[in-house]
């Protein structure tokens, strides 16, 4: 009898199904395993579009933020450009003031001849040399010869220093006149170069050409190249 009922319990549990005949845990982790598979097959499912998407938006968000930062060195250099126009523009009208064009400099001549005879000087040579041209301005050197007295001679040059155009002196050199010219009161003969300074065409358009582009900083975001 006893031979019966351990041959009918042996039965029943051998007709159990494979996964009940597992231990527990092993019953726990392939549980655990078909809850991640379904999980992972949703979320395929359900949300692989939505972070395509996202991808795409991320992306642009990217090449907005390097395009901002490239239109935002481009204000700064249009601001700096912008500036230094200004500055240019303000030096050339304080240069007007004291440099005169290249038309107006005949005046400047005529004015200095002007008070050579206001002051009694007899004019010997007045000989304009090759310009010298520098960027903003342009120097124009004169071989002056003059015959007078010394307090003439000194005058002269006195107001010289005070006209409203820039000027300047040099190699000035002194000598006695000869015994005709001291019968006429022109005691000394004096030889000097006198330079004058003007705007030329060529200053002029150095003065007003815009200044070159301030390089990008380092680091900045490139120009995105447009697709061919």
Known sequence: MSAVMTGVAKGAEETGSFFTRMPWYYQMGLLLLLVGLLIYAADALLYSDTRTETSKLLDQVQSLK???????IIRQNLAATEQTLKEKREEMDRLRDLLPDQVEISRVYDNIKD?????????????????????????QK???QVSGSYDSVGQFFS??????????VSEVEI????????????????????TAYFISPKNLENLTKP??????????PQQPEQPK
């Open 66 to 72: 390097a395009k901002n930062a490239q239109g935002s």
């Open 115 to 139: 008070i050579m005879r206001n002051n009694r000087l007899e004019m010997k040579q007045f000989a304009q040399d090759k310009p010298e041209e520098a960027e903003i301005y342009t120097a």
């Open 142 to 144: 004169i071989l002056v």
């Open 159 to 168: 107001q010289l220093g005070f006209y409203k155009r820039i000027l300047s």
């Open 175 to 194: 000598r006695q006149a000869e015994d005709s010219a001291q019968e006429s009161g022109r005691s000394i003969n004096s030889s000097f170069v006198l």
């Open 211 to 220: 200044a070159p582009a301030a390089p990008l900083q380092a680091g900045a």
